[in-house]
């Protein structure tokens, strides 16, 4: 049972355009989520974040959008570069107790087109 | 300091084969783990430590192996490599809660070949 759904495999973008990377979750005891992004043969690295408290964060280019009522969260690259063609991953935590345990999506592939 | 680093980058098994992954971390974190990356499932928990002496299993732990002697390795092993454990192999580490800061780390990759 898929706890965090990424239901897009892949979205092209052109350059300059914004891209819209979205994540659906189940557990509603979830309340720490994550974006990491991961280049071919490199491991993820950690993008950008948010608590159930807030319902936008934004870092730079970089917005995480969090929905609590629909269990949905995105994330908003403006403008998408050609850099920024990668896998995404979200991920989602349980807080405190289960800060150890990340669940992470199954990934989106994004192409930013020059 | 070297962050996670993860040996071999890549290996080839013969089905039934043992082996040990290493990971080893130098920034004195509590907690490590370890994930594989199919296709079209994401990463997928293994097994993970919350610190020397203390492991659990995580989403996908059979046919793995951990021991958690040290803060900085976390070695996971098999025990009978089988052609359902080839994928790619990641560790992370991270530090204990300190509110909602996320401050994980991950290693490079093992790439694992089951024939």
């Known amino acids: ?114 | 300091n070297a962050g996670v680093t993860q040996t071999p980058k890549f290996q080839v098994l013969k089905t039934g084969q043992s082996m040990t992954l290493q990971c080893a971390q130098d920034m004195n974190h509590e907690y490590m783990s370890w994930y594989r990356q199919d296709p079209g499932m994401g990463l997928r928990l293994i097994h993970y430590s919350v610190g020397a002496g203390i492991t659990d299993q995580g989403e996908v732990p059979n046919g793995y192996n951990v021991s958690r002697s040290t803060t900085e390795d976390f070695p996971l092993r098999l025990l009978s490599a089988a052609p359902s454990q080839t994928s790619v192999y990641f560790c992370a580490s991270r530090t204990s809660w300190t509110g909602y800061q996320e401050t994980q780390y991950f290693g490079p990759g093992t790439r694992l070949l089951v024939l």
């Open chain 1, 1 to 114: 049972d898929q706890q965090v759904k990424q239901n897009s495999p892949s979205l092209s973008v052109q350059e300059g355009r914004i891209s819209i990377l979205n994540c659906d979750y189940t557990n509603s005891m979830f309340d720490y989520f994550l974006w990491y992004k991961k280049y071919p043969a490199e491991g993820p690295t950690f993008l950008i974040s948010i608590s159930s408290i807030k319902d936008k964060n934004e870092d730079g280019r970089f917005t995480v959008f969090l929905n609590k009522s629909a269990k949905h969260l995105s994330l908003h690259i403006v403008p998408s570069q050609p850099g920024d063609s990668a896998v995404y991953f979200c991920a989602a935590s349980e807080g405190p107790s289960g800060t150890y345990k990340y669940i992470f999506g199954t990934g989106t592939r994004l192409k930013v087109l020059a």
